[in-house]
């Protein structure tokens, strides 16, 4: 089973900020929090990650509330073509790496 | 460098029959693996691989085998398709770099799409 919450479906209007929410409330000590998307039938696509601190890339920002039982990615100017689905993803750091996706949050932006 | 590929894109099976699906990585990545997606839901890990000639279960394995022969390939065979699996199959890849970087990001194949009669 996925150990992430995430709401359905969002909506944003281009040019706006995207945030999407995420709960994992049973996260361990050796979790990190990786974020997907996959447009249309593409594969997925990494966007970012991170354990405790606020990540930043050229995609978007990931922030981990301090208790790390949820996390908040931010697509900073969301454009038509970041709609997708869109999977927040706890795995450990041991070999394999395994992930076990949710059904994610469908994001569609909005002209 | 063509990342991750798979072979074919599209199959069509009749209940019973027998099929590999390949996975082939062009960056020397140590981690492999095999998913599938049925319509409207997230990506269920099968089997995946962390080296040449390793393999674990993952999540929905039964009905399905895999191999790693080389480091590059990945292959998963369905040795009597039933219905049930039909569904879009993705492969993934990633190398063994460091945490603190995105190498530990999957890089996925662009999937097959299997459907079973």
């Known amino acids: 089973d996925a150990k992430t919450t995430q709401p359905p479906s969002m909506d944003c209007a281009e040019g706006r900020a995207a945030n999407l929410p995420c709960n994992h409330s049973?996260?361990?000590?050796?979790?990190?929090v990786y974020w997907y998307r996959q447009i249309h039938s593409q594969g997925p696509q990494y966007i970012i990650h991170?354990?405790?601190n606020n990540e930043t890339n050229e995609m978007a920002s990931l922030i981990i509330t301090e208790d790390r039982k949820s996390s908040t990615l931010i697509l900073p100017h969301a454009t038509l073509r970041d709609t997708a689905v869109y999977y927040c993803?706890?795995?450990?750091?041991?070999?394999?790496?395994?992930?076990?996706f949710g059904t994610g949050t469908s994001l569609t932006v909005i002209p | 460098n063509a990342g991750v590929t798979q072979t074919p894109k599209f199959r069509v099976l009749k209940t019973g029959q027998s099929m590999t699906l390949l996975c082939a990585q062009d960056?020397?990545?140590?981690?492999m693996y095999w998913y599938r997606q049925d319509p409207g839901m997230g990506l269920r890990l099968i089997h995946y691989s962390v080296g040449e000639g390793t393999t674990a279960k993952g999540e929905v394995p039964d009905g399905y085998n895999v191999s790693r022969l080389k480091k590059q390939n990945f292959l998963l065979g369905l040795e009597s398709a039933a219905p049930s699996q039909t569904s879009v199959y993705f492969c993934?890849?990633?190398?063994?770099?460091?945490?603190?970087?995105?190498?530990?990001?999957?890089?996925f194949g662009p999937g097959t799409r299997l459907t079973v009669t």
């Open positions: 049973t996260i361990s000590g050796n979790e990190y």
């Open positions: 991170g354990l405790k």
């Open positions: 993934a890849s990633r190398g063994t770099g460091n945490q603190r970087s995105s190498s530990y990001e999957q890089y």
């Open positions: 993803i706890v795995s450990p750091t041991n070999t394999g790496n395994q992930f076990y």
């Open positions: 960056m020397n990545h140590e981690y």
